[in-house]
């Protein structure tokens, strides 16, 4: 090259340099090692369906095409994109994995970990189905990349109908007594499957969308194993349009009866073999191989005697059910009415017996054994045992194998060799057991067998009974010992005996429950002593180690009240169960048992020989006493989980408090004796109250302000307390309450105080002061109803008077509501104590300023009525119950009910008629003529009068001559002794 031309050609040279430059820096695909080829699609194949709302597997055959050796292991992926949309679309979805190494030639289905869920979104509105490339490849291609990406097209559909049968299902499963080969079930020609009791079906799964028309034909086909032409056939018509499953479903159904006639070696198809509008035909049908075949074919297996079945060369015995014949049936078909024969015959051929065994219904398989009687004895002798040929619809196909010979057979006597054998092994029983006897015998003894059963030598110990096994209620026999025999006849006439000595003990039930159960053994009748009770109230047993006496049980047999006899008790077992017995608080584990010598006593014991105790981990105790005694169950005993709450007071009357309180929790706990009570009573005013339980949790601290302050306990089941000691004015009190045990401790830890006059715990006081207070305007008035009804009610109108009583009412207390009640007195009550007397009206309540009325009448009160007085009296009582019994003057007033009813009835009194003239115009002597007329007493007084009268108009004239004889008389009388007189004086002068 000239030089002039060179310098042209320079920027030439260095372009092509920086390009070659480049070209070597640029990176080139490497190709993988091996040859690895992607041979099929398994899933999805090629145009088919997709259902667009499932998980679609990905599933691929890969094959290792290098004859040189294993592959390395290679990347794969996949895609599925719709159709026409380039490869890493927004539409289209991915995948990855790795194949392992395989074998060189060898080929392996790759699954993928992921599936593939068609996406429909971008679909227009109206889209049904559409079609989608599913491509799987290599991440890295080898130098044969022919067969290094494989692409399949399927459809993906919104409508996806497809009817499966799963694989691997034989309807013949459901036949019953059918034989069966290497093919399963073998079948008879001309019988029609299924039969009675029998199943011929199979499952099948249906997708179908929602309002989707589908439908099939069901049924089965019969072709030859070799292929060709069915040879029989059932179908039937399904619709399955309308169901609206809307998705996948299991379902079953029976197949068409199958029947054949012609034996051979068939392969049966079934399934659906038609159907418009499913999407995938390729899992319609599934087969079977089926063989029909009408073999028969009974052999005798072989017969031995009943007492030997494992020795061929065992002796035969004379007796019942002596020889053992087996018959199987070994072939195909069902054999009826068929039957096996026992002859059995001398050297000579002379026949000793002959017995035929009818057999059952033999299914393909099954066998039968009967049982022949040997009723003779006999040396040399042979035994044939057969059955027919002829086995009703078909022959026996090996008839060599329906009788089997046994020859030199010597039949025997057999030994009895009897003996007893008990329920109870020991001989020992209690009248509450059945004793169970079993006369044993030897198996060649010769039948048939009789067994007589004897109780003290004579008597029957079961009358008319001579079975080998008896059973008889203890409690027939008497106690003490007994004798039973055992007399054994062999059908020979030969005997046999066998003894048994028993003893027969009394038994005595133990029944607790669930609590607890056992018996009693003794020599002699008893009845159960028993006493349960919980631990003493307010007694200290001193267990110690943290336990308490938790139950009292006392156990004991006595002679019953007919008898003084002694029961000599032998032992008394009972179990207990300790989550029966005892609260379930108690935990079971920590339980003893002690001994008390009384039921009152604390002093106990430990449980010693002869006695025993057993403790068990499922929390039951075995205990045995072997003399009446009495037990003190022990444990740990957690206080019972109750709560005091709302604990406080309530002021009674005369100055007395009540304590309430709310409990809950355990309250029903056995072991919970009360609550105890305890009390501070203190001036007004002092700082020594129960503080609040918040202050401490030291039992010790508690200890300190109940040793001394203890008052009362109450019953468990209440919620209050009435203190009886009323505090005198200017004194309060502070009260705490606890649960306490049995033992009557108190459980420091739940107990509780009550509160002062502020709500917190404090000092409360009482009030004993009743209240003075008077009502204003206190009147009472009464007024007569002149009410016609009231009249008809009663009949009187005395009891048809109202009466009023009104006031005002008074202020009530600063310290709370006042009621009121009213009396009613006859009496002035001024000063009266109403103590004694029931009030006509209680607990009115009272609204300060307002008028207060009591009503009432004669018709509801019979003592109201004219002419009565009463006093209407009020008293108060505050809010506490103290009442005023005492009268005060202003709460008093007095009541007279008058008179009124002549006040309403003055047109009731009749007018006076007009008085006559009196006779002689003098009212006197109108009165005389009255009298003289009218007058029964005047008429007898007047006639006395006119008697009187008479009487002195006769009289006089007659006194009155003896008056003036009689002045005569006297007056000579006188002057005679006037003469006297003067006589004398002179005598006496001179």
């Given at each position: 090259m000239d030089a002039d031309r060179l310098p042209r050609w320079r920027p030439l040279l260095l372009v092509g340099l920086l390009l070659t430059s480049l070209m070597v820096t640029l990176p080139v695909a490497s190709a993988a090692s091996g040859d690895l080829g992607l041979t099929s699609a398994i899933s999805p194949l090629q145009a088919q369906h997709v259902n667009a709302f499932n998980q679609v597997p990905l599933e691929v055959q890969v094959t290792n095409e290098d004859p040189g050796g294993s592959s390395a292991p290679r990347d794969i992926e996949w895609e599925a994109c719709p159709e026409g949309a380039p490869s890493g679309h927004t539409h289209c979805d991915q995948g990855s994995g790795t194949i392992p190494s395989l074998p060189t030639l060898q080929s392996y289905t790759y699954a993928f970990s992921t599936t593939w869920s068609p996406s429909t979104s971008h679909w227009t509105t109206g889209t049904v189905e559409a079609n989608y490339t599913v491509t799987f490849s290599f991440v890295e291609a080898d130098f044969d990349t022919s067969d290094d990406e494989l692409t399949v097209v399927v459809v993906v559909t919104k409508e996806f109908k497809d009817i499966m049968v799963p694989e691997d299902q034989d309807p013949r499963d459901g036949l019953l007594d059918v034989a069966s080969d290497n093919d399963g079930a073998v079948l008879n020609t001309n019988v029609t499957y299924p039969r009675q009791g029998e199943t011929w079906r199979i499952n099948y799964d249906v997708y179908l969308c929602g309002d989707c028309d589908l439908n099939m034909t069901w049924g089965w086909r019969l072709t030859h194993d070799f292929g060709g032409a069915p040879v029989a056939e059932s179908y039937t018509d399904v619709d399955l349009t309308g169901y609206n499953w809307g998705g996948l479903t299991q379902l079953s159904r029976d197949l068409p009866t199958f029947s054949h006639d012609e034996p051979g070696r068939y392969l049966l198809e079934f399934g659906i073999f038609n159907s418009s509008g499913d999407l995938v035909p390729t899992n319609n049908v599934d087969s079977v191989h089926l063989r029909l075949d009408d073999t028969s074919d009974l052999v005798v297996m072989g017969f031995m005697p009943t007492h030997n079945t494992q020795d061929p060369t065992a002796p035969y015995y004379y007796g019942n059910d002596a020889v053992a014949a087996v018959v199987e049936n070994q072939g195909n078909t069902t054999i009826t009415g068929s039957s096996m024969t026992m002859t059995v015959s001398d050297v000579l051929g002379n026949l000793d017996t002959q017995q035929t065994c009818s057999l059952p219904t033999l299914t393909p398989g099954a066998s039968h054994q009967c049982l022949f009687d040997l009723d003779f004895t006999g040396v040399d002798r042979r035994i044939s045992v057969t059955i027919p040929i002829d086995l009703g619809l078909w022959n026996d196909v090996n008839p060599e194998d329906n009788e089997v010979t046994q020859s030199g057979v010597d039949i025997e006597v057999g030994p009895i060799r009897a003996s007893i054998s008990q329920s109870n092994s020991n001989g020992i029983y209690t009248t509450a057991e059945t004793m169970t006897?079993?006369?044993?015998?030897?198996e060649t003894a010769a039948g048939p067998l009789n067994y007589t059963w004897k109780i003290d030598g004579v008597f029957d110990l079961l009358p008319g009974w001579h079975g080998a096994v008896v059973e008889v209620p203890v409690a027939n026999y008497d106690l003490g010992q007994h004798t039973i025999a055992l007399i054994v006849r062999d059908g020979m006439g030969y005997s046999e005996s066998e003894f048994l000595t028993i003893t027969i003990l009394h038994h005595t039930?133990?029944?607790?429950?669930?609590?607890?159960?056992?018996?009693?053994?003794?020599?002699?009748?008893?009845?159960?002593?028993?006493?349960?009770?919980?631990?003493l109230l307010g007694l200290n047993y001193g267990i110690g180690n943290g336990k308490a006496p938790l139950m009292i049980h006392s156990f004991g047999l006595e002679a019953p009240a007919s008898s003084d006899e002694d029961v000599e008790l032998i032992e008394?077992?009972?179990?207990?169960?300790?989550?029966?017995?005892?609260?379930?608080?108690?935990?079971?584990?920590?339980?003893?048992?002690?001994?008390?010598?009384?039921?009152?006593?604390?002093?106990?014991?430990?449980?010693?020989p002869p006695n025993e105790v057993t403790v068990h981990d499922d929390g039951t105790i075995d205990v045995t006493l072997r003399e009446n005694a009495i037990l003190l169950f022990i444990g740990v005993l957690p206080m019972p989980e109750v709560n005091l709450e709302d604990v406080r007071l309530e002021r009674r009357p005369e100055g007395h408090l009540e304590v309430l309180w709310n409990a809950t929790g355990d309250v029903e706990n056995p072991y919970l004796s009360g609550w105890n009570i305890y009390k501070l009573a203190v001036p007004v005013g002092s700082s020594t109250y129960?503080?609040?339980?918040?202050?401490?949790?030291n039992p010790s601290f508690w200890e300190d302000f109940t040793e001394s302050t203890f008052v009362a306990t109450t019953d468990i089941s209440n919620d209050r307390w009435y203190d009886d000691e009323p505090l005198p004015t200017g004194t309060c009190a502070s009260y705490l309450v606890a649960p306490a045990n049995r033992a009557g401790d108190p459980d420091l830890f739940r107990l509780n105080v009550t509160d002062g006059e502020q709500g917190v715990p404090g000092l409360f006081c009482a009030d004993a002061i009743p209240p003075v207070l008077t009502v204003s305007n206190l009147r009472a008035t009464s007024t007569f109803s002149n009410d016609t009804s009231c009249h008809e009610r009663t009949g009187n109108w005395d009891r048809c008077y109202d009466v009023r009583v009104s006031w005002i009412w008074p202020d009530h207390e600063p310290e709370g509501e006042v009621s009121w009640d009213l009396y009613r007195v006859e009496v002035n009550p001024n000063g009266l104590d109403l103590r004694a007397l029931m009030p006509i009206e209680s607990n009115m309540q009272a609204v300060p300023g307002e008028e207060g009325v009591f009503t009432t009448n004669g018709t509801?009160?019979?003592?109201?009525?004219?002419?009565?007085?009463?006093?209407y009296v009020l008293t108060p009582t505050d809010a506490v119950g103290n009442d005023n019994p005492v009268v005060i003057a202003q709460n008093s007033v007095r009541l007279y009910i008058e008179d009124q009813w002549w006040a309403y009835n003055q047109h009731l009194i009749p007018e006076p008629e007009p008085e006559p003239e009196p006779p002689l115009g003098s009212p006197w002597v109108g009165k005389f003529v009255d009298g003289m007329s009218n007058d029964s007493l005047f008429q007898t007084a007047l006639g006395v009068l006119l008697l009187v009268f008479v009487m002195v108009a006769i009289g006089l004239p007659v006194?009155?001559?003896?008056?003036?004889?009689?002045?005569?008389?006297?007056a000579a009388r006188i002057r005679q002794q006037e003469t006297q007189n003067v006589a004398e004086e002179f005598d006496d002068f001179f």
């Open positions: 006897l079993v006369a044993r015998t030897a039930d133990i029944d607790g429950g669930a609590a607890y159960t056992g018996e009693g053994l003794s020599v002699n009748e008893a009845v159960l002593v028993h006493e349960e009770s919980l631990p008394m077992d009972i179990q207990f169960n300790l989550s029966e017995l005892l609260p379930a608080n108690i935990n079971p584990e920590t339980v003893e048992l002690r001994f008390l010598p009384a039921m009152n006593s604390t002093t106990w014991g430990f449980v010693a129960f503080p609040s339980p918040e202050a401490s949790s509801q009160d019979e003592s109201i009525r004219p002419y009565r007085v009463f006093y006194l009155n001559r003896r008056h003036r004889r009689l002045k005569r008389i006297v």
